[in-house]
């Protein structure tokens, strides 16, 4: 299966939450790769839609399947078909990114201090 998240920022591009869900849905992203979980593939990052037969409106589904995969292969980070590291925003806006990207940094830091300690 190609990793591409491109279906999910489809289907929820016309949620009334689309920026909220964008930046969570980038957040999933860069907090998988900061884990270097490779087992990140398409259906960790799910959708769920509201309504009699799903022809609601779409939403994220709960964060589920966060391991660290470079305990057993090194350096293993989210890669797509062609072996190349996954390389998008996920549909969150420039503005978000820095944002995220600092708190996911902040985290896996306080996080790392605070087992070693």
């Known amino acids: 299966m190609q990793w591409k998240p ?3 920022c489809a289907a929820i591009s016309n ?3 689309v920026d909220e869900y964008m930046g969570k849905l980038f957040m999933r992203i860069a907090f998988n790769c ?3 979980n490779g087992d990140a593939h398409l259906k960790n990052f ?3 839609y509201d309504g009699i037969l799903g022809l609601g409106e779409a939403r994220l ?3 589920y399947d966060l391991v660290t995969t470079s305990a057993y292969i090194a350096k293993d980070t989210p ?3 062609s072996g190349d590291p996954v390389k998008t925003r996920g549909g969150a806006t420039p503005a978000n990114v820095r944002e995220i990207l600092e708190r996911v940094d902040e985290a896996t830091r306080d ?3 605070e087992v070693s300690a």
């Open 6 to 8: 491109d279906g999910v």
């Open 15 to 17: 949620s009334t939450h």
């Open 34 to 36: 900061a884990l270097r």
């Open 46 to 48: 799910g959708i769920v």
């Open 61 to 63: 589904v709960p964060v």
């Open 79 to 81: 890669r797509n078909n």
């Open 111 to 113: 996080t790392a201090s």
